[in-house]
């Protein structure tokens, strides 16, 4: 095992040859098969994976699930944490091991053809952006990005890189009421939506989040911790036994508090039914206190508003209300006859009738009053079983089949996630956001506060390479 980063890496160096890598970077067999979506290039054909972040709440389900078909090798582990690498490395005793990202691509690019993302949310987009600048296939965690300048920077790379094969780590999205969701209200079957409302339970009093406030700085760094390494882009700070392992997501700095955790889970079905929703054009959130200098608030109501010009949308405006710590809607808002009892929802209102979602699958049809069961719906496709991390595999491989959800997408999904958990640091305020200008246009110091982040020398992103003919953001 490696014990840590390579210490006579150049980090000068790797800099600029991630923000220079072209198709090729290692890996030229995958160059040459760019029109094809790329092809295992490891000499017994198989697809040599790199996991980072390999245990954790959701590492070890993604590495184990992509290690489980047949056409994977999982070539390397990388893990800030000692203990966790070791863990896995008894899984996969011939991978290459380290604890610095940027260590396993400029020392060992040349052995993995794609690359799972399961860290915390802060360390999303440099990692996964590195991943892409080398030409690598990529599975990475929800919501995307933390940042909402990071979802501009994804698609400059995805528009320089169209033959790497992406996905977001919604899962839930291979279930059949979720697919059938998607072709409901993609095909009008309930008429005209008017609007939509998701709500779940997080954030609770649990493991994963820290509503105490209080901070706890502990000088003694547990032995087996890379803290720097953990911290990543964030400013340099103590040690708190608070936060890692999996407290971070309440932090501001770190993690997008409960929506941040389930709001891909709760969206995608809308995004994906709707092309037309691009882009929000507004956002307000509603909660008691301005979220802080350290901490998420909650509870939190969040209203997101499209401009939309399409029949299949009853107005102008499409609003997609969000409700965490297990608030919600009453049936009237819903038009529906009961309260609904499941604490995880996704919900669409249409001029004919409503859908209800339950997060893992369960679809619902109200009209009049009456329910029906979804996926009893006459006219709906067959929904063969899908296994969705071997349908990432399977696309990296060139094997066509399909693919919930590429990045192109779940930039769009993350978008009004991102939105909404920082509009909690101006309550009640509508702030009118243009993601071209990455600026709420009508709120300055929001735009300087909530759209970019100071990125720790060494760790920040990299930029697209100037013969992309890419301008980056900010």
Not at 145 to 170: D, I, R
Request: charged share 20%; net charge neutral.
């Amino acid at each position: 095992m490696k014990p840590a980063a390579n210490p006579a890496l150049n980090r000068r160096q790797f800099l600029h040859a991630t923000a220079t890598a072209t198709a090729g970077v290692g890996l030229a067999s995958l160059a040459s098969l760019g029109s094809s979506r790329g092809a295992a290039a490891s000499p017994n054909g198989k697809l040599r994976v790199l996991s980072i972040g390999v245990v954790g709440a959701i590492g070890i389900a993604d590495r184990l699930n992509v290690a489980s078909h047949p056409a994977v090798e999982i070539s390397g582990l990388c893990d800030v944490d000692a203990n966790a690498l070791a863990q896995a490395a008894t899984d996969h005793p011939h991978a290459f091991t380290c604890r610095d990202y940027r260590d396993a691509f400029a020392t060992h690019a040349g052995k993995f053809d794609a690359v799972i993302v399961a860290v915390p949310d802060h360390s999303h987009a440099p990692i996964l952006l590195t991943a892409l600048a080398h030409d690598k296939h990529v599975y990475g965690q929800k919501p995307l990005v933390h940042q909402l300048a990071e979802l501009v920077m994804v698609e400059q790379a995805l528009q320089a890189k169209p033959h790497l094969v992406t996905q977001l780590g919604n899962q839930r999205m291979a279930k059949p009421g979720r697919r059938a969701a998607v072709e409901i209200l993609r095909h009008g079957q309930l008429g005209k939506a008017i609007e939509a409302y998701c709500w779940f339970n997080s954030p609770n009093v649990n493991e994963y989040f820290n509503h105490q406030k209080i901070l706890r700085p502990n000088p003694v760094v547990p032995p087996h911790l890379a803290w720097d390494l953990w911290l990543g882009p964030c400013a340099a700070m103590p040690y708190h036994e608070l936060l890692v392992p999996l407290r971070w997501r309440s932090w501001w700095d770190f993690g997008g508090n409960g929506l941040g955790d389930w709001g891909c889970h709760v969206l995608d079905v809308i995004l994906l039914a709707y092309d037309e929703l691009s882009s929000p054009v507004a956002v307000s959130t509603t909660c008691a206190e301005p979220a802080g200098k350290y901490f998420h608030v909650n509870p939190c109501k969040s209203t997101v508003i499209y401009q939309v010009n399409s029949a299949r949308f009853a107005g102008q405006t499409f609003p997609i209300h969000l409700y965490d710590s297990n608030q919600r809607p009453s049936p009237q808002q819903l038009r529906l006859p009961e309260a609904i009892a499941d604490n995880t929802m996704t919900v669409v209102v249409c001029e004919h009738g409503t859908l209800t979602l339950e997060v893992e699958g369960r679809l619902r049809i109200w009209r009049d009053g009456k329910m029906e069961e979804g996926l009893q719906l006459p006219g709906l496709p067959e929904f063969e079983p899908l296994n969705h991390w071997h349908a990432w595999v399977d696309n990296c491989i060139g094997k066509k089949t399909a693919l919930l959800t590429p990045f192109k997408d779940a930039v769009r999904i993350t978008e009004p996630v991102l939105l909404a958990v920082k509009a909690s640091r101006f309550p009640g305020q509508q702030l009118l956001w243009d993601k071209a200008k990455l600026a709420f246009t009508n709120h300055p110091l929001a735009t300087q506060t909530l759209v970019h982040r100071d990125y720790r020398d060494g760790f920040g992103p990299p930029r697209p390479a100037p013969s992309a003919g890419l301008t980056p953001p900010g």
